[in-house]
């Protein structure tokens, strides 16, 4: 049995589990002390272009300004072909545009902004100025998928845009991707507004908290039950599945048991580990992850591994228990950019590409894209 766990008793975060059993899976986490701009839109102006980066500083409202790539800015708020011209040709200080926020600022450095803007729906993401940005989930496949690329293209959707179905998307008719598709083009549209009404810097769309965006995101057809302990975060869930897909009500729980909700169903101890440097597996061994400004290592140990007959044994299944793990941890950790992977050193041509394949399997349902690279002769992978 699949479900959803949102913890809001605490004043400072909330926190959501997605667990199968009582199998902890993903993970997320809000601090409510400090601003979450993630995927909020901005009307910023640009106050320094730097050649030397291809980029541009934008003020967008926050304490620090955002920095936007060249290639993250939309060709209808630059003067020429940016192959062609100087980036100071293209843009100048003073120009104003809706910015995103990709990535959070962190330490020194300003938040990541693009101006190619996405809009996520219950089970469509809209991309209102980016013609050749849609498509279908990567993890709906074969003759669904066909039947999805119809669906898609009979949806009523204005010219320059583009949109991605995702998965939750499967199964649903087309009168239900056109309603979602139109929700999504009235908050455009309430963008669009607050863009020519008021100047920059200026919030003109804020995303949802994490509570409605854990109901948006993950409730789906697979999931048999969603608990929360705390009744204003209820009422916010409820009004949500009311109004977007009331269908699934009957799945909404409210936790009232004196026993706190994450150690009722055993994911306290597992929440944990995401803030360990070493996790233990279960034949003994142990994965070890460092983060660095330039990637993530991982190292597998399988000093007291004791799975397996022999040495060549004991690496292969310590391995494809860490692969299963590593994938958990990066979920939990909400880890990304470039990671290196020390497996430990398998001389069987055929373990090695079962190690590979465990690991892509089970990042199979990661919302992110994942690229991987084979097992080097050193044993390391990328990805």
Known sequence: MKRILINATQNEEIRVALCKGNHLYDFDLENRTREQKKSNIYKGHVTRVEPSLEAVFVEYGSQRQGFLPIREISAEYLSGNPRDENIKKLIKEGDELIVQVEKEERGNKGAALSTYVSLAGRYLVLMPNNPRGGGISRQISGKLREDMKRMLGNLDLPKGMSVIIRTAGIGKTQEDLQHDLNHLLNIWQAIQEQNQKYPSPRLVHQEA???????????????????????????????????????????????????????????????????QREVRLPSGGSIVIDQTEALVSIDINSAKSTKGSDVAETAYHTNLEAADEIARQLRLRDMGGLIVIDFIDMNDNKHQKEVEKRLVDATKYDRARVQFGDISKFGLMEM
């Open 209 to 275: 908290g994490v509570v409605t965006r854990a109901v948006r995101d993950y409730l789906r057809d697979d999931i048999s039950e969603i608990w929360i302990d705390n009744e204003n975060a209820y009422i916010e869930a409820a009004g949500f599945i009311d109004a977007v897909m009331p269908k699934q009500a009957e799945k909404l729980r409210k936790y009232t048991d004196y026993e706190p909700m994450f150690s009722r169903f055993n994911i306290e101890k597992q929440i944990e580990t995401a803030y």
